[in-house]
Structures are given as structure tokens and as C-alpha cells.
């Protein structure tokens, strides 16, 4: 059983811009969950898809967003990008709430 | 404010003897917990879990134990190996929450051959 992808595995961009992290969970699972690691800070938690619907949401700004399509796989989207936002973030998925979550390894982004 | 506290940023432990790592939460209304442990380079991997109606679980070296009235949990792993060098993270939720779960920063243990 192939397990949860991320795509792409490290990005660069500049400040201002947007950019849109894709995540592909394992086959039959219907929850993703999307969260920043940052040094000091641990995994942050970003917010919850399942079945197309956010269903939890972490405490952040709007610029963070997400989306989760009919075949399960979701991206996750940041706007006007700041500084503060060079991170890795991890993608999870599980079967079901209070599942056991298996991670992707991860988009590293970058942001001059 | 963070709900999941370890204090501990590392640990180093001799092979073959007990690793025992800390994790402290908030938040009375968390009801299951979880262990990950995670390599350089790779995501988290689940190693083990309990809910609030147990005080131990067990699963083969690893044991975490749960105080809730002192809303601490712990990994015990038992004998320690090489191989267990990694960072952890405990993490929490409560229930009806889904999957929103809070982490702590991350204990890197290394296990001294």
C-alpha cells in the first residue's frame, strides 16, 4: 500500500507570493490533515478535510487555506506569503477521527 | 499558548537502559493521546497510542503511561537501542474533535551504543 505523498518536496519563493502544496493520502482514507513545523514550535496544527469538508481548524491566518477533492487527495493553499511562513508542513492522513495518522515527509518551503 | 508541553528538548540514554520521555498537556477535556516518532528527512510515524479510560499501554518496548489528575503522560522504552535515536512527539485530543490534535515541540532522544 503506497503511503501519503507530498508534492513538491522542497519549494523557494519570495515574499508576496501564493503558493499551493498538493498532498495525496493513503487509498481509502478520507481524513487529511495539514500542519507547519517550525523550530521550537512542534507540528501546528493547520486544519482538517474529511470528505471534501474542513472540518477542523487550526489557529491561523486566512491566507492559509485548503481544499480536499472527491478522490480524497487535498492541497493546501498560502497567499502573500511573509517570512515567518518558511516551514515545513506535513500532511496526514487516517481512516477515520482518533485514527492513527500516517504523515507524508513533507513540503520544506522556503521564503526569501 | 501551547496545550502540549515537553520540556525535555533531548535525552541521551545508554543502549539497554530505559528511556523514559516526558510530556505535560493543559487542556483537562484531551481524551486520547499519542506517541510519533520521527527521523530527519521523514514524516512522524505512529508508535503508540492511549485513551483517558487507561492509565498504561503496552506495545512490545514501548509503555506510556497516563496520570490525568496530574495531566502528564510518559514513553517508557525498554531496552533502549541505536536504532530508537530519533525526535518524539507526544500529541493530544479530545474527543469529538476529529483529528485536530495538538503536539508538543519534540524530544530527540540518543541512545549511546
Known amino acids: 500500500k503506497a503511503g501519503v505523498t507530498q508534492t513538491p518536496r522542497y519549494l523557494i519563493k519570495t515574499r508576496g507570493q501564493q503558493v499551493t502544496l498538493s498532498c495525496s493520502p493513503i487509498?481509502?482514507?478520507?481524513?487529511v490533515s495539514w500542519y507547519q513545523q517550525t523550530p521550537g514550535q512542534g507540528l501546528q496544527f493547520l486544519f482538517e478535510?474529511?470528505?471534501?469538508?474542513?472540518?477542523n481548524k487550526g489557529n491561523f491566518p486566512g491566507r492559509f487555506s485548503g481544499r480536499q477533492f472527491s478522490n480524497s487527495r487535498s492541497e493546501m493553499n498560502v497567499s502573500t506569503l511573509e517570512l515567518g511562513d518558511s516551514a515545513l508542513y506535513l500532511c496526514?492522513?487516517?481512516?477515520?477521527?482518533?485514527?492513527?495518522?500516517?504523515f507524508g515527509p513533507g513540503t520544506r518551503l522556503t521564503v526569501l | 499558548d501551547q496545550q502540549v508541553k515537553q520540556n525535555s528538548p533531548s535525552l541521551s540514554v545508554q543502549e539497554g537502559r530505559i528511556s523514559i520521555l516526558n510530556c505535560d498537556y493543559t487542556n483537562s477535556m484531551f481524551d486520547y493521546f499519542l506517541w510519533y516518532k520521527k527521523y530527519p528527512a521523514e514524516g512522524p510515524t505512529f508508535l503508540i497510542s492511549i485513551s483517558s479510560i487507561k492509565d498504561k499501554n503496552e506495545d512490545g518496548r514501548f509503555t506510556v503511561f497516563l496520570n490525568k489528575s496530574a495531566k502528564h503522560l510518559s514513553l517508557h522504552i525498554v531496552p533502549s537501542q541505536p536504532g530508537d535515536s530519533a525526535v518524539y512527539f507526544c500529541a493530544a485530543s479530545e474527543k469529538n474533535t476529529g483529528n485536530q490534535f495538538y503536539f508538543g515541540t519534540g524530544t530527540s532522544l540518543t541512545v549511546i551504543p
Open positions: 496526514a492522513s487516517s481512516l477515520a477521527a482518533l485514527n492513527e495518522q500516517f
Open positions: 487509498s481509502g482514507h478520507r481524513s
Open positions: 478535510y474529511f470528505s471534501e469538508t474542513q472540518r
